[in-house]
């Protein structure tokens, strides 16, 4: 194959969300030279694109990239268009190189050299690539939505942006994570809101002792306990988050009927695991995302359920990795407190490798 031909980059970072800019970040900090490419038109479109009241479950004090902090009241929220404009300054100011609205269809390595093939055509060649494209761009519905009438309005919480775009009449959200809660709750304001809820979540109230949660949580070190041990595999498989007045008790207040698992749809009519029933005119499917790498061609690098292989965001593919992949060190790597951290180790292994090579 002629590897050739293509505008070429030292080392390419695909996306340029949080974790891209991260990864670009500590890549000038090692004085590496880099490119970006992202597959949206404005920086932080991610967020942008998310449900109308999305406000962070993490304050301030830990939402922000190196460098430039996020203005306002440290212990307060900013909402999800707050950062998104902030991400944007944040590429702006540092003048990072982005070619926007250009998507990796695939990538191929030949040789020592990396091929990032581009929708539209076109591609670029790298030495090293950084993977930096979300964790929550592949929503997951579970198998019963496809037996749903063509009558019953069906979205996931991917696409939903606010109460508006929900048809009249009763309408279940399923799936009970931060999405779920904070959906239903927006809806039982306007329609009948039904929450289905499936194991029961770990809930941790916003503040202890005076103190709001992730303060406990940083001091504690559990942001940071590595994901391959003990205490934090536990963490994991617990999946515990903090509640900001979503929690059972605010939701009832609020007038959301809470319902246990859905087991089937007849027609209009939902089955709940307790045995009740109820109609309903739209379901939300808040059963969150999955993994899909299949545009990533390369031997070794992607596993059977099409997820990325790597540990610690290093791939077993020399000069492949990864940043902001949930859990990739430690709890704070899905999240913006955690992607500096861990953009700094995978370039200190990239660093270390072209080293080892020059
Ligand atoms: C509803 C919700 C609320 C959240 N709230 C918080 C919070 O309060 N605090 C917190 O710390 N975390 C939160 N998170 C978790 C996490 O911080 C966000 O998901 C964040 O968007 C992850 O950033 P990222 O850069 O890893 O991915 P993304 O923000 O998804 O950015 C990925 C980028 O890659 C681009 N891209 C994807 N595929 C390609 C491709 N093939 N080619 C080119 N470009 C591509 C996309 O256009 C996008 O710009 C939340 C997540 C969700 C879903």
Redesign the pocket.
């Known amino acids: 194959m002629d590897s050739s031909k293509g505008l070429r980059a030292d080392i390419l970072i695909?996306?340029?969300?949080?974790?891209?800019l991260a990864a670009a970040n500590a890549l000038r900090m090692a004085g590496l030279s880099f490119l970006m490419?992202?597959?949206?038109q404005a920086i932080g479109?991610?967020?942008r694109n998310?449900y109308d009241t999305?406000t962070?479950?993490?304050p301030r004090r830990i939402?922000s990239l190196p460098g430039i902090p996020l203005i306002g009241d440290p212990d307060g929220y900013a909402t999800k268009d707050e950062f998104s404009d902030y991400l944007e300054r944040y590429a702006a100011s540092n003048g990072y190189p982005i070619i926007r609205s250009?998507?990796?269809?695939r990538l191929e390595k030949v040789d020592e050299l990396f091929l990032a093939y581009l929708e539209g055509g076109g591609r670029l060649i790298s030495q090293a690539v950084i993977v930096?494209?979300?964790?929550?761009?592949t929503p997951r519905t579970p198998e019963i939505s496809y037996s749903l009438p063509s009558d019953i309005q069906q979205m996931h919480v991917a696409d939903f942006r606010n109460a508006g775009s929900i048809t009249s009449g009763p309408v279940l959200v399923v799936g009970d994570g931060?999405?779920g809660r904070d959906v239903a709750m927006e809806l039982a304001a306007s329609h009948r809101a039904l929450l289905a809820r499936g194991r029961q979540r770990k809930l941790l109230p916003e503040n202890i002792l005076g103190r709001n949660i992730w303060w406990w949580l940083e001091r504690l070190g559990l942001l940071r306990v590595s994901a391959y041990g003990l205490i934090g595999r536990r963490m994991r498989k617990a999946d515990p988050f903090p509640t900001r007045g979503n929690d059972d008790a605010s939701l009832i207040r609020s007038g959301v009927s809470l319902k246990s698992r859905l087991i089937a749809l007849d027609g209009r009519r939902a089955k709940f695991e307790d045995g009740s029933s109820e109609d309903i005119g739209s379901i939300i499917w808040a059963t969150g995302y999955a993994q899909d790498f299949r545009?990533i061609d390369i031997e070794g690098a992607v596993g059977s359920r099409y997820e990325a292989v790597h540990r610690e965001g290093i791939s077993p593919v020399a000069g492949l990795y990864y940043v902001?992949r949930p859990w990739q060190r430690n709890r704070a790597s899905?999240?913006?407190?955690g992607?500096a951290d861990d953009a700094a180790f995978v370039v200190e292994h990239l660093r270390r490798l072209r080293a080892r090579r020059t």
Not at 102 to 105: A, D, F, I
Not at 132 to 137: E, L, P
Not at 334 to 337: D, M, W
């Open positions: 695909i996306g340029a969300g949080q974790a891209g490419v992202d597959a949206g479109d991610s967020w998310r999305l962070l479950f993490t939402s250009t998507k990796v269809v930096a494209t979300g964790a929550f761009s931060a999405s545009w902001g899905g999240l913006i407190a992607v």
